[in-house]
């Protein structure tokens, strides 16, 4: 399963629990403290799903396909693949956070499917920009990389916006990309080798 976890300034950070399901990460994921792994940090919406608005329905998520073959290859490699979004339509009022979750486990009952496991997705409902879990703020990659022993300098950041490319570099991931759904066509040799078509890596 993957752990969802809500972060904001000034509240602790816990799994969700939603229709008496508690969200909690495959104990097969769990790192000993001894070791660090590396991991994948994938924005959301622009990233996974075409960015449409506020999807509130699951029905409204278009899904990115050529940015898939690419996860699903950093997964068999070893990756940890995380997601860290920003969703301030919550605290805005346009959905719930049962519309949030609802629409998050159609997406990773889509992934699954498609050989995908996502092992946690962070959430930032916060309009504030001060709150240091709101991209580019780095707290929601830092609490992941807590959580997880990640060695961030040696992860990877896929985002679609200067925020999470911000956020990666502030986080200290070692490689950030920025990434058009529209666009997405990568292999994993080019990541890995960091030869990312043009423009797309962030120095």
């Not at 050989?115 to 580019?136: F, H, N």
Request: proline share 5%; hydrophobic share 35%.
């Amino acid at each position: 399963m993957t752990e969802i976890v809500c972060a904001r300034a000034g509240f602790p950070l816990r799994p969700q629990t939603r229709n008496r399901t508690r969200l909690w990460v495959n104990p097969s994921t769990r790192v000993s403290r001894k070791t660090t792994r590396r991991a994948v940090f994938l924005d959301r919406d622009g990233v996974l799903n075409k960015d449409s608005g506020y999807a509130v329905h699951p029905y409204a998520i278009r899904f990115c396909h050529r940015v898939l073959p690419l996860i699903r290859q950093l997964r068999r490699r070893g990756y940890l693949v995380i997601v860290v979004t920003n969703q301030s339509g919550l605290e805005r009022g346009m959905f719930t956070t049962h519309d949030f979750l609802r629409c998050t486990q159609y997406m990773l009952r889509h992934l699954r499917q498609r050989g995908i496991e996502i092992d946690a997705l962070y959430y930032c409902p916060s309009l504030r920009d001060a709150d240091p879990y709101r991209k580019p703020g780095p707290g929601m990659l830092w609490a992941a990389a807590r959580r997880y022993q990640i060695d961030v300098k040696h992860s990877l950041l896929i985002g679609d916006r200067m925020t999470d490319i911000l956020a990666g570099k502030r986080a200290g991931v070692g490689h950030c990309m920025l990434l058009s759904c529209q666009r997405g066509r990568l292999s994993l040799p080019r990541l890995t080798n960091h030869k990312f078509a043009k423009g797309g890596i962030a120095p």
